[in-house]
């Protein structure tokens, strides 16, 4: 059955350059036209689809950007979770670190103003320091502008920009473990910071069900429709799983963009005939294909490419409201990087300096079968600014590099190259969960079977469809068409 889609107000009511954006500056050189001062007592600017909730008393507040979902209290809607940090602003640190999301969370407390964003920094903010202020933003181009910098410095890149840095010289991009103090204009890593309580895998993924079933809970209870991707992949399984309570109110769907997505659409035809899902057959077209005016907004909103014919598909389908749950950033839970990298002998005692980090990042993410001297000063000035050895005295190196490299820069350009369609949820993105992982030893997550045990205990109906398999027949339906 054909479903009735809503027409996208985004066409017609925003304008989406930067959209879902804020800024931050005392002094800013640019603020862009479509952007609003916040209802707050900190110079904060915000596009007009940009979630925002302050809280403030006395000279404490605490204000929040984008969607922070409280798992113990999901009936929390923005502004009382913004109310929750601000009551327990004293142990502010445990109370961002248990929740779930992606967001940003700028405080003031005692003469002190800082400003941190979520676990796996997949709500991107990009800062430029100098002697006069410090300038952040959601997005690079942004940053440069408001900041006044105008030099440009591109280079080939992929699965993120080398390092901290941009295509903008002097705009860096913030790390998801350190928090910037505004009035030192200092970086000061968190996390970790001490020893990992040690973990069983049981135990972590036991943890991680449970906080993302509350933060599902709690995302059903924001204002907005909730669309969810299935594909052949574990993840997309394991999120599946984790929202059984809200099935009957979440549209389902697959792209079908290259050849290998066709056994993505056949095994999620397969899954929502199997549990009466609604799902839909998401009709993409080429990059070529993409109005140029998307095309120059894209460009303008990010300098990472990740599939903009898909990102465009989906602003013309789905209202501007929407919220989609991705899965993507559970390979840290199973040491992808750590499986695939640590037999090789450069990388035997992980990634320990900025050798190590572009030697990995040349010949495993660039496909460049030598290194660059260029991106090695790339990494130093992470490794310095956001002290690499500090970090990785306490844990695994792989993880950090998973974590502050390969998600905050890929995965949440990825997720802003989808801010023009809807906001993006990531339901397993908190400090609490990912400290529980990072304390069970690489080998143990790398090897075990623990998950799929228990997904087939959660989802027995479907136990007997592969994991992406290389082969798999099914009808699937007509491109666009809802089931």
Not at 245 to 273: P, V
Not at 313 to 339: C, G, K
Request: glycine share 6%; aromatic share 12%.
């Amino acid at each position: 059955m054909k479903r009735n889609i809503p027409e996208n107000p985004q066409a017609t009511q925003y304008d989406l350059k930067f959209a879902r954006g804020f800024l931050y500056s005392l002094n800013p050189v640019f603020v862009p036209p479509n952007f609003v001062g916040a209802k707050s007592r900190l110079p904060i600017f915000l596009h007009p689809l940009t979630t925002f909730a302050e809280a403030s008393k006395g000279n404490q507040i605490v204000a929040v950007v984008g969607t922070m979902l409280d798992p113990d209290r999901p009936e929390l809607g923005p502004s009382g979770v913004a109310e929750m940090l601000l009551e327990n602003i004293g142990d502010l640190q445990r109370h961002i670190d248990r929740c779930i999301g992606r967001f940003a969370v700028f405080w003031q407390d005692a003469g002190s103003r800082g400003f941190q964003i979520d676990a796996m920094g997949l709500r991107s903010a990009f800062c430029r320091i100098d002697e006069n202020q410090v300038t952040v933003a959601s997005h690079a181009r942004l940053t440069m502008l408001a900041s006044g910098e105008s030099k440009q410095r591109p280079i080939r890149y992929r699965w993120g920009y080398p390092g901290i840095s941009t295509p903008f010289a002097n705009v860096i991009r913030m790390n998801p473990n350190a928090r910037l103090e505004f009035e030192t204009g200092r970086f000061v890593r968190f996390f970790p910071v001490k020893p990992l309580p040690k973990q069983s895998i049981e135990v972590a993924w036991d943890l991680a069900f449970r906080r993302a079933e509350k933060a599902a809970e709690a995302l059903a209870r924001r204002d907005g429709k909730i669309v969810l991707s299935l594909t052949a992949g574990l993840d997309s399984r394991t999120t599946l799983s984790v929202t059984q309570e809200l099935w009957s109110n979440i549209d389902f769907f697959t792209y079908n963009h290259a050849e290998q997505h066709k056994i993505d659409l056949r095994i999620a035809s397969k899954i929502a005939d199997c549990y009466d899902l609604h799902f839909l057959h998401l009709g993409t077209q080429t990059e070529d294909d993409i109005p140029e005016r998307m095309k120059k907004l894209f460009r303008n909103n990010t300098f990472l490419s990740h599939n903009r014919a898909v990102a465009y598909a989906y602003s013309e389908v789905f209202p501007a409201s929407t919220f989609h749950i991705r899965s993507n950033l559970l390979e840290l839970f199973r040491s992808n990087l750590f499986q695939k990298g640590h037999t090789d002998s450069r990388f035997r005692d992980g990634l320990q300096g900025s050798k190590e980090l572009t030697d990995y990042y040349c010949s495993k993410l660039t496909g460049r079968k030598e290194t660059n001297a260029k991106y090695q000063n790339y990494f130093e000035e992470m490794c310095e600014v956001f002290d690499w050895k500090g970090g990785i005295a306490f844990a695994s190196s792989w993880d950090l590099f998973f974590v502050e490299h390969r998600m905050a820069a890929w995965q949440g350009g990825v997720a802003l190259e989808c801010d023009v369609a809807f906001e993006t949820v990531f339901l397993f993105n908190s400090r609490e969960i990912i400290r529980a992982f990072m304390g069970v030893p690489q080998e143990v997550r790398a090897k075990s079977g623990y998950l799929k045990k228990v997904l087939k205990r959660r989802l027995p109906e479907i136990s007997d469809i592969p994991i992406n398999p290389r082969q798999f027949s099914y009808p699937v339906p007509e491109r666009g068409n809802w089931r």
